[in-house]
């Protein structure tokens, strides 16, 4: 079992930048990959960005590129996703995951096995 709690999250202007962050507990946290994922009101949740167990590979919404940056700190137990230049379509409730599958960081939301409750991310325009 692993329990994910994430934090971070708030209301932020445009141009703005967030740290969001999820304390993992439980199952190792060292073997699963992790992700972030979104949801805005009226939409479909997708993905936002993936890490590697190691840290070593990422991956990112087309989206998100170049603005988001997700890392983790295994000694910590904790994953981060740095959110610069927040623009209003960036607003959703924020979901970490753990995937403990064997490869790599994935997109697919069936690929993870634990979520989190979410946090909410506002970006006022």
């Known amino acids: 079992q692993v329990q994910l709690v994430e934090s ?3 209301v932020v202007q445009a141009g703005g930048s967030l ?18 994922f979104r949801q805005a009101p009226g939409k ?4 936002v960005a993936g890490i590697s167990w190691s840290g070593g590979r990422t991956s990112y919404a087309d989206s998100v590129k170049g603005r988001f940056t997700i890392s983790r700190d295994n000694a910590k137990n904790t994953l981060y996703l740095q959110m610069n230049s927040l623009q ?38």
């Open 8 to 10: 971070g999250g708030g």
């Open 19 to 36: 740290r969001l962050s999820c304390a993992a507990s439980g199952r190792t946290f060292t073997r699963s990959a992790m992700g972030w």
């Open 44 to 47: 479909e949740r997708e993905f």
């Open 88 to 125: 209003h379509e960036d607003t959703a409730i924020y979901y970490c995951a753990a995937d403990f599958g064997l490869g790599p960081p994935t997109a697919r939301e069936t690929d993870y096995d634990y979520w989190g409750q979410g946090t909410q991310v506002t970006v006022s325009s």
